[in-house]
């Protein structure tokens, strides 16, 4: 019994963030190998990986979603993207709340780490704050979807469609119900605003979100909201110019599109790379240059403690601080006039590099299972790992070699590089350093 103790004491909150995923991952695949779960039963790997998935939020799928899953199939999909998206423990937390239940101190340190969240106290609290600004959020989305799916689809199937489509956007999932996914519904703008409006809230985190509700002026938001906000405008104007110039006269895009259309659309297809993975036109059919800045937001990806993985937003803005800084002759880093600590960027950079490994290696372990050209790999690799579940149509003919390593992939995109670190590594304080010396670089 002690020793049964002593291991929970000794459990960290990293190995609690990676054992609640596979957690979710082992009990979903087993739901989606029930025969009430399929048309048409699916082989164990096809399972694994749907609901791999769908628990890290990807939205890659080796086959049409609504042609292979029956209803129930659907439903068990939505609810490993909700559990997938908020996490695990922040629901087991929610349930001790509404029973009145006492949260002990492993939740509340876990929910400190999975959120960022600055200290244990009040993270129950913070739970029950996250729990309601989701369903909130939800709702009012879906009163949104309904108003214009009940009328064209009915009021079974338009809010059907409605509340799948809301969970997967605000979780950046990216799983739709449609064939095309959202092709048909490109420049439509009560689509376009509602279902990007979804995943871009997903996807700057709930401690911004907070941070924004309590705070009335800029001027008091913490150095992170702001880096956020205005790197997420930044970023999502730069990239619906980009796209919006480079696919302006590709007939199989948005070429055929009025002025206004391409506008709305050239916004959905550069906002949507964040994780999101929804998409309004066939991405195999995007230009070269246009794809290549999609790799670039999907390894940027969205924002810490949110529904989006990605090195993160703030990762790639220090790490692009610190080499301006370097170059300029500053030894320290500042933005909106605080100064970045040394710890802050060896962390960012620590999280490229080691995100940069894990595509690489996949990458190249891809290349030997798969016999598809090399683009198609790298987007789908990336793509994986930055939880995004955009392709280039490739996903249905990867070998089940290859699935298992897009799974890998996936899994470890969506904990992200950080836990993976302190999973493998212990870290220890050297009570020494040696003498310095001059190694030549560049």
């Given amino acids: 019994m002690k020793a049964i103790k002593k291991r929970r004491k000794t459990f960290s909150p990293p190995a609690l963030i990676a054992s609640s995923f596979l957690f979710t991952i082992v009990i979903g695949t087993l739901l989606l190998k029930l025969p009430i779960a399929t048309y048409k039963p699916i082989s164990w790997i096809d399972a694994l990986f749907t609901a791999t998935s769908a628990t890290t939020v990807t939205g890659l799928s080796v086959f049409d979603i609504t042609a292979t899953l029956t209803i129930f199939g659907e439903v068990v999909l939505l609810i490993l993207i909700q559990i997938g998206g908020v996490g695990l423990m922040a629901f087991a937390v929610a349930v001790l709340i509404i029973l009145g239940r006492k949260v002990g101190m492993t939740n ?81 703008p009560i689509i376009t605003i509602i279902l990007s409006g979804l995943f871009i809230i997903g996807g700057i985190g709930f401690i911004v979100v907070k941070d924004i509700l309590q705070k009335r002026s800029i001027q008091q938001w913490t150095l992170h909201t702001k880096m956020m906000i205005f790197g997420t405008l930044i970023v999502n104007v730069i990239a619906t110019l980009f796209l919006f110039i480079l696919e302006f006269h590709n007939e199989k895009t948005i070429g055929s599109l009025s002025f206004i259309d391409k506008l709305w659309t050239s916004y959905f297809q550069a906002v949507t790379p964040r994780t999101a993975g929804f998409n309004m036109i066939i ?39 610190a080499t301006i800084s370097y170059f300029r002759g500053i030894k320290e880093p500042h933005i909106f006039q605080r100064t970045i600590k040394s710890e802050v960027i060896f962390r960012s950079m620590a999280i490229g590099a080691v995100s940069s490994v894990i595509i690489f290696v996949a990458l ?46 996936m899994f470890l995109g969506r904990i992200g590089p950080l836990t993976l670190f302190f999973l493998l590594i212990h870290t220890k304080k050297e009570s020494y350093h040696y003498s310095y010396d001059q190694v030549q670089t560049g």
């Fill in 108 to 188: 509340r340190i876990f929910i400190q780490e999975t959120f960022n969240y600055q200290s244990i106290g009040g993270t129950v609290r913070f739970v029950g704050e996250i729990v309601t600004f989701v369903i909130v959020i939800e709702s009012i989305a879906f009163i949104a979807l309904c108003t214009v799916w009940i009328p064209e689809f009915g009021w079974k199937q338009g809010m059907y469609y409605s509340v799948f489509h809301v969970v997967s956007a605000f979780n950046n999932a990216g799983f739709s119900l449609f064939p095309d996914n959202l092709s048909s519904f490109a420049g439509n």
């Fill in 283 to 321: 991405v195999g059919d995007m230009e070269e240059s246009s794809l290549l800045l999609t790799l670039l937001l999907m390894f940027i990806g969205g924002g810490s403690a949110s529904t989006a993985s990605g090195i993160k937003l703030t990762t790639f803005m220090i790490i692009l601080l």
């Fill in 364 to 409: 190249f372990l891809l290349t030997v299972t798969e016999k598809v050209p090399f683009l198609p790999l790298l987007f789908e690799t990336v793509s994986a790992f930055a939880t995004v579940g955009l392709s280039l149509g490739i996903t249905g003919n990867i070998s089940p070699a290859g699935e298992v390593i897009l799974c890998f992939v």
